[in-house]
Nanobody, 114 residues
Framework: QVELVESGGGTVQPGGSLRLSCAAF????????MSWYRQVPGKERELVAF????????DYAESAKGRFTISRDNAKMTLYLQMNRLKPEDTAVYYC???????WGQGTQVTVSS
């Protein structure tokens, strides 16, 4: 079965860190470009970070630059998003995505609150 399963969300205080994971199943992970998106209720889903199939090329939304790091382990078929210095405005549901397949995970909630 082709699917993405996110984990690692939770509640953290401002300035804290979280590491999101996205496990991939049922497709050739190591040739797939991958992305992380996030969505707040009432707003469109926005791109947070992108990584190519080897991990050599990454790109970030301005809001994520310098704080978030996208990475991947092709042997484990897993995508990661390390989020540091979290802010309340980072609160959202975070989704991993395979752009070429229009494939989305179920999402994981990140809440940044004191």
């Amino acid at each position: 079965q082709v699917e993405l399963v996110e984990s690692g969300g939770g509640t953290v205080q401002p300035g804290g860190s979280l590491r999101l994971s996205c496990a991939a199943f049922g497709f050739t992970f190591d040739i797939a470009h991958m992305s992380w998106y996030r969505q707040v209720p009432g707003k469109e889903r926005e791109l947070v970070a992108f990584i190519d199939e080897t991990g050599d090329r990454t790109d970030y939304a301005e809001s994520a630059k310098g704080r978030f790091t996208i990475s991947r382990d092709n042997a484990k078929m897993t995508l990661y998003l390390q989020m540091n210095r979290l802010k309340p405005e980072d609160t959202a549901v975070y989704y991993c995505n395979v752009p070429a397949m229009h494939l989305w995970g179920q999402g994981t909630q990140v809440t940044v609150s004191s």
